[in-house]
């Protein structure tokens, strides 16, 4: 997981706005000579009171690709580790070339270095260089032609540090020691990294650019206990007297620097194979037997891409590691992807929840980021929008249509939520920092777009090109215009249009459709309008989209263009239609009105194909409170998809079907997916608390999901507390979320102090929202438990909220309950009449307000800084 107007597109514009004259231009011509009419264009000159200002011009801002001097053919890295002071000590050996013209110096990246020595491989000479801490310019020993290599050698030291990160990438510092000193008990000793963008330069010295590729060796020298990891295959293992072991890596294949990579630290690696290629997973030794779960269906998904595209998984070898503390959520370095700890969970955990969407997107990065590398930031989305709509392919193959366009859904709504103001280009030469790129652009409006282009092309006409991209772009840097040439070569269709509108514009349709009959003509009246602010996007985008006619029995699709900012059209159609749908398809990015009745609603519902149809009818028709619900309700529990049966479970009642609680005990039982029988267990609880709980000890036991049984947990504690109690005991030592955080809950609830101990101990156990609700029942239970143990768990959640290494989400909850905790302080305070008590207390908020100024000047998350914002205006309101 992008701001520009492109000025090919204002030139269009402005080309469409001038109305030519035309002239004849006739008399006696001569033998032979072709006598034409002629276009004439007049222009007038701006009147002088509309001309700018010399100084109001000036270019818009431009990012360009990379300017290669020199060629970077070959690395060749030593490294050993200081733990100790967090340092890495390197040897490197660069192999290079003049790009095109001769050169007597080369420029690298290398942030942070202290250089011990940089001469000639080979013969050593040394050689004269500048440093200024972020680059080290060398002065070869004579001058080099494109004919001629030249390898330079260095050894140094670096101290990766941070300068700063983004939402996407939390840090920039490259390489990561965790625990380096074995000062926290409970977490792993780890070394890895974090090349993109372009940070790989803070631990060896490079070209670190994504236009740049190169092979790779490198030899990791590090205590005997700990497993290694880097690009390409392990070629040996040399054990040393002093207890450390030196491993050689070796990738063969160019790749761009940013992808390199090696983790290191105590793992369990289990092993497939496809192909005959090695697969590995490296997990921490208690996840060793969920390996294979963790990671599900990398087998299967090698095989998946590699038949769709015709092009085999390219590489050597393919292994995935979880480390510790990650600062994303995953990287496709080129064959050893790096997991965030997010998805190291045991099989039960991940029974309907499982790791298949980031698997699908970093391996699919193997063809599209990895293979073809986008030349610049400025285009990301050649690899992040392919990379995420991989996820929609593989779930339409593995889980059908309905997941697939349930998770196309949820692309959209992130990409939609954008303010107008961030809107920009996909393809965004303009952007002001190149973190700026990871964005719902690049990602989610990227993927969006290629189902769009897709569905428009068909799919042998897609697959085919995509097919002919990666095969003719192997081991080089594209932009989108590549992809555009390359479509137009297998279709021989002009596709500007399409590119122009999507990728080098912002924006996308608002649409405000209005659907009606004309009895006297027996015609279908289809009015669009197009409602975007002409001032932020494309006045008319071209929509080429599919218009379903519903009527007597049959469905009738017919092609239709989108081509005016508003149009009519008009089908013939002999009778009153059930039901009249643009984009019936539902493939279309764009935000849509439209003016269907609740009738037409429920028919869509019952009738029209794809997920969205019946999300869209119910969505709508249970905002309206329609009475339409009691006939469609009991049919969306029966839904084939499970998000539409938890919609219905939401309004049915008793009134709706005969045997209400029947059918929710049913759901309990023996609903397919674990979502549907949590919620069914409120509803039953709702309904007969009895038979809830008669349920609940059942499912207790039977169910082998995690998250069943945490609701379960949840009702036996609600209705007999000192029950719930003697089962959460008994579950204390669960590694799950849902478990930790029904025991918290509990806990929080009974209001001992002996408690806290067990969230201390499970923190790290939990991320995402989970973690927002278990240290927020933490914060709770310290404050109920007196003003000493409150303190202490503020210094506790202090500490989490400034580690930089803990994840956003840990981060964002401890300081969520810091400001919980300051306002259960001033809430006390303000209640007690004893004066003494009321000016500790305000001493108490004081401090801790000190603590969150400290935490928002530290945070480096744009994001979370924005949200702590909001926790302060919503406590001063």
């Given at each position: 997981?992008?701001?520009?107007?492109?000025?090919?597109?204002?030139?269009?514009?402005?080309?469409?706005?001038?109305?030519?004259?035309?002239?004849?231009?006739?008399?006696?011509?001569?033998?032979?000579?072709?006598?034409?009419?002629?276009?004439?264009?007049?222009?007038?000159?701006?009147?002088?009171?509309?001309?700018?200002k010399?100084?109001?011009?000036?270019?818009?801002?431009?990012?360009?690709?990379?300017?290669?001097?020199?060629?970077?053919?070959?690395?060749?890295?030593?490294?050993?580790?200081?733990?100790?002071?967090?340092?890495v000590?390197?040897?490197?050996?660069?192999?290079l070339?003049?790009?095109?013209?001769?050169?007597?110096?080369?420029?690298?990246?290398?942030?942070?270095f202290?250089?011990?020595?940089?001469?000639?491989?080979?013969?050593?000479?040394?050689?004269?260089?500048?440093?200024?801490?972020?680059?080290?310019?060398?002065?070869?020993?004579?001058?080099?032609?494109?004919?001629?290599?030249?390898?330079?050698?260095?050894?140094?030291?670096?101290?990766?540090?941070?300068?700063?990160g983004?939402?996407?990438i939390?840090s920039?510092?490259?390489?990561?020691?965790?625990?380096?000193?074995g000062?926290?008990?409970?977490?792993?000793?780890?070394?890895?990294?974090?090349?993109?963008?372009?940070?790989?330069?803070?631990?060896?010295?490079?070209?670190?650019?994504?236009?740049?590729?190169?092979?790779?060796?490198?030899?990791?020298?590090?205590?005997?206990?700990?497993?290694?990891?880097?690009?390409?295959?392990?070629?040996?293992?040399?054990?040393?007297?002093?207890?450390?072991?030196?491993?050689?890596?070796?990738?063969?294949?160019?790749?761009?620097?940013?992808?390199?990579?090696?983790?290191?630290?105590?793992?369990?690696?289990?092993?497939?194979?496809?192909?005959?290629?090695?697969?590995?997973?490296?997990?921490?030794p208690?996840?060793?037997?969920?390996?294979?779960?963790?990671?599900?269906?990398?087998?299967?998904m090698?095989?998946?891409f590699?038949?769709?595209?015709?092009?085999?998984?390219?590489?050597?070898k393919?292994?995935?590691?979880?480390?510790?503390?990650?600062?994303?959520?995953?990287?496709?370095?080129?064959?050893?992807?790096?997991?965030?700890?997010y998805?190291?969970?045991?099989?039960r955990?991940?029974?309907?929840?499982?790791?298949d969407?980031?698997?699908?997107?970093?391996?699919?990065?193997?063809?599209?980021?990895?293979?073809?590398?986008?030349?610049s930031?400025?285009?990301l989305?050649?690899?992040?929008?392919?990379?995420n709509?991989?996820?929609?392919?593989?779930?339409?193959?593995?889980?059908?249509?309905?997941?697939?366009?349930?998770?196309?859904?949820?692309?959209?709504?992130?990409?939609?939520?954008?303010?107008?103001?961030?809107?920009?280009?996909?393809?965004?030469f303009?952007?002001?920092?190149k973190?700026?790129?990871?964005?719902?652009h690049?990602?989610?409006?990227?993927?969006?777009?290629?189902?769009?282009?897709?569905?428009?092309?068909?799919?042998?006409?897609?697959?085919?090109?995509?097919?002919?991209?990666?095969?003719?772009?192997?081991?080089?840097?594209?932009?989108?215009?590549?992809?555009?040439?390359?479509?137009?070569?297998?279709?021989?269709?002009?596709?500007n249009?399409?590119?122009?509108?999507w990728?080098?514009?912002?924006?996308?349709?608002?649409?405000?459709?209005?659907?009606?009959?004309?009895?006297?003509?027996?015609?279908?009246?289809?009015?669009v309008?197009?409602?975007?602010?002409?001032?932020?996007?494309?006045?008319?985008?071209?929509?080429?989209?599919?218009?379903?006619?519903?009527?007597?029995?049959?469905?009738?699709?017919?092609?239709?263009?989108?081509?005016?900012?508003?149009?009519?059209?008009?089908?013939?159609?002999?009778?009153?239609?059930?039901?009249?749908?643009?984009?019936?398809?539902?493939?279309?990015?764009?935000?849509?009105?439209?003016?269907?009745?609740?009738?037409?609603?429920?028919?869509?519902?019952?009738?029209?194909?794809?997920?969205?149809?019946?999300?869209?009818?119910?969505?709508?028709?249970?905002?309206?409170?329609?009475?339409?619900?009691?006939?469609?309700?009991?049919?969306?529990?029966?839904?084939?998809?499970?998000?539409?049966?938890?919609?219905?479970?939401?309004?049915?009642?008793?009134?709706?079907?005969?045997?209400?609680?029947?059918?929710?005990?049913?759901?309990?039982?023996?609903?397919?997916?674990?979502?549907?029988?949590?919620?069914?267990?409120y509803?039953?609880?709702?309904?007969?608390?009895?038979?809830?709980l008669?349920?609940?000890?059942?499912?207790?036991?039977?169910?082998?999901?995690?998250?069943?049984?945490g609701?379960?947990?949840?009702?036996?504690?609600?209705?007999?507390?000192?029950?719930?109690?003697?089962?959460?005991?008994?579950?204390?030592?669960?590694?799950?979320?849902?478990?930790?955080n029904?025991?918290?809950?509990?806990?929080?609830?009974?209001?001992?102090?002996?408690?806290?101990?067990?969230?201390?101990?499970?923190?790290?156990?939990?991320?995402?929202?989970?973690?927002?609700?278990?240290?927020?029942?933490?914060?709770?239970?310290?404050?109920?438990?007196?003003?000493?143990?409150?303190?202490?768990?503020?210094?506790?959640?202090?500490?989490?909220?400034?580690?930089?290494?803990?994840?956003?989400?840990?981060?964002?909850?401890?300081?969520?309950?810091?400001?919980?905790?300051?306002?259960?302080?001033?809430?006390?305070?303000?209640?007690?009449?004893?004066?003494?008590?009321?000016?500790?207390?305000?001493?108490?908020?004081?401090?801790?307000?000190?603590?969150?100024?400290?935490?928002?000047?530290?945070?480096?998350?744009?994001?979370?800084?924005?949200?702590?914002?909001q926790?302060?205006?919503?406590?001063?309101?």
């Amino acid at each position: 997981m992008t701001r520009l107007l492109l000025i090919l597109t204002g030139f269009a514009l402005l080309a469409h706005s001038c109305s030519p004259s035309q002239k004849t231009y006739s008399g006696t011509s001569k033998p032979g000579m072709e006598e034409r009419l002629l276009d004439t264009l007049f222009v007038e000159a701006p009147k002088p009171s509309s001309l700018k200002k010399q100084e109001d011009y000036k270019l818009p801002k431009y990012n360009p690709s990379y300017k290669r001097d020199n060629d970077l053919l070959h690395t060749r890295l030593d490294l050993s580790f200081d733990w100790e002071n967090e340092s890495v000590i390197g040897k490197a050996t660069l192999e290079l070339r003049p790009y095109f013209h001769p050169v007597r110096s080369v420029t690298l990246d290398a942030k942070g270095f202290e250089w011990k020595k940089v001469a000639l491989a080979g013969s050593g000479q040394e050689l004269k260089y500048s440093y200024d801490g972020e680059q080290i310019t060398v002065e070869l020993d004579k001058t080099y032609s494109r004919e001629s290599s030249f390898s330079l050698s260095f050894e140094y030291v670096a101290r990766p540090a941070a300068s700063g990160g983004s939402a996407a990438i939390s840090s920039d510092q490259g390489l990561f020691f965790i625990n380096p000193r074995g000062e926290e008990a409970e977490k792993p000793t780890q070394i890895w990294t974090q090349g993109e963008t372009e940070n790989n330069s803070r631990w060896f010295p490079t070209i670190d650019k994504p236009n740049e590729r190169c092979t790779q060796e490198l030899y990791l020298t590090v205590p005997a206990r700990f497993k290694t990891l880097s690009n390409g295959n392990l070629v040996s293992s040399v054990d040393h007297p002093d207890g450390t072991r030196t491993d050689y890596w070796r990738m063969d294949q160019p790749h761009a620097p940013y992808l390199f990579m090696i983790a290191v630290g105590d793992y369990a690696v289990v092993k497939d194979t496809w192909r005959g290629k090695e697969l590995a997973y490296y997990v921490e030794p208690e996840y060793e037997a969920s390996a294979r779960d963790i990671f599900a269906h990398t087998p299967e998904m090698l095989e998946f891409f590699s038949n769709k595209l015709g092009v085999p998984y390219p590489w050597s070898k393919y292994a995935q590691v979880v480390v510790r503390d990650y600062v994303s959520g995953a990287m496709e370095n080129t064959t050893a992807v790096v997991f965030g700890e997010y998805v190291q969970k045991h099989r039960r955990e991940l029974i309907d929840n499982p790791n298949d969407k980031v698997v699908a997107h970093e391996l699919f990065h193997h063809w599209f980021g990895d293979l073809v590398t986008c030349e610049s930031w400025s285009n990301l989305t050649m690899n992040e929008g392919f990379a995420n709509y991989s996820e929609y392919l593989w779930y339409e193959h593995k889980y059908g249509r309905d997941a697939a366009d349930f998770h196309l859904y949820e692309e959209w709504h992130g990409y939609l939520g954008t303010p107008p103001n961030a809107m920009h280009p996909l393809i965004h030469f303009g952007y002001d920092d190149k973190e700026d790129m990871f964005d719902a652009h690049s990602y989610n409006k990227g993927g969006a777009i290629l189902h769009m282009l897709r569905n428009y092309l068909g799919d042998e006409a897609f697959f085919t090109g995509l097919n002919r991209f990666l095969t003719r772009y192997a081991y080089q840097s594209v932009e989108a215009h590549n992809l555009r040439l390359t479509y137009e070569e297998v279709t021989g269709e002009d596709l500007n249009w399409f590119f122009n509108q999507w990728y080098f514009s912002k924006g996308h349709p608002e649409l405000k459709i209005d659907y009606s009959y004309d009895e006297e003509k027996k015609e279908a009246v289809v009015t669009v309008e197009q409602t975007q602010n002409p001032d932020r996007n494309p006045p008319i985008f071209e929509l080429p989209v599919s218009l379903d006619i519903y009527a007597g029995g049959n469905v009738n699709r017919l092609p239709v263009r989108i081509n005016q900012r508003v149009q009519t059209l008009r089908i013939p159609v002999g009778q009153r239609p059930d039901l009249v749908h643009l984009d019936g398809e539902r493939m279309l990015l764009a935000e849509i009105q439209d003016n269907k009745t609740e009738e037409q609603l429920a028919f869509q519902f019952q009738n029209a194909p794809r997920f969205m149809d019946r999300f869209e009818a119910l969505s709508r028709l249970m905002e309206a409170e329609s009475d339409q619900l009691k006939i469609l309700l009991p049919l969306a529990v029966e839904d084939p998809f499970f998000v539409i049966r938890l919609m219905g479970l939401e309004y049915l009642d008793d009134k709706m079907v005969p045997d209400f609680e029947g059918l929710l005990k049913k759901l309990v039982l023996a609903d397919p997916h674990s979502e549907v029988r949590s919620a069914a267990i409120y509803k039953l609880a709702d309904s007969n608390e009895q038979q809830a709980l008669e349920v609940a000890k059942k499912a207790l036991v039977q169910d082998s999901a995690y998250n069943v049984k945490g609701v379960c947990l949840d009702l036996l504690y609600q209705n007999n507390p000192q029950t719930g109690l003697e089962y959460a005991q008994k579950l204390e030592n669960e590694q799950s979320e849902d478990i930790l955080n029904a025991i918290g809950s509990m806990y929080k609830e009974q209001g001992s102090p002996g408690n806290l101990a067990f969230f201390e101990k499970n923190f790290q156990k939990v991320n995402a929202f989970n973690a927002v609700l278990f240290i927020g029942s933490y914060q709770e239970l310290a404050f109920k438990s007196g003003e000493k143990y409150a303190m202490e768990a503020t210094a506790r959640l202090k500490e989490m909220a400034l580690n930089a290494r803990q994840s956003p989400w840990r981060r964002m909850a401890a300081t969520k309950s810091l400001n919980d905790m300051r306002n259960a302080f001033r809430a006390k305070g303000n209640a007690t009449k004893d004066p003494e008590a009321k000016r500790l207390l305000e001493e108490k908020v004081t401090e801790i307000s000190r603590i969150i100024e400290e935490i928002k000047i530290f945070e480096p998350n744009e994001e979370l800084k924005s949200i702590y914002q909001q926790m302060e205006l919503i406590t001063r309101a």
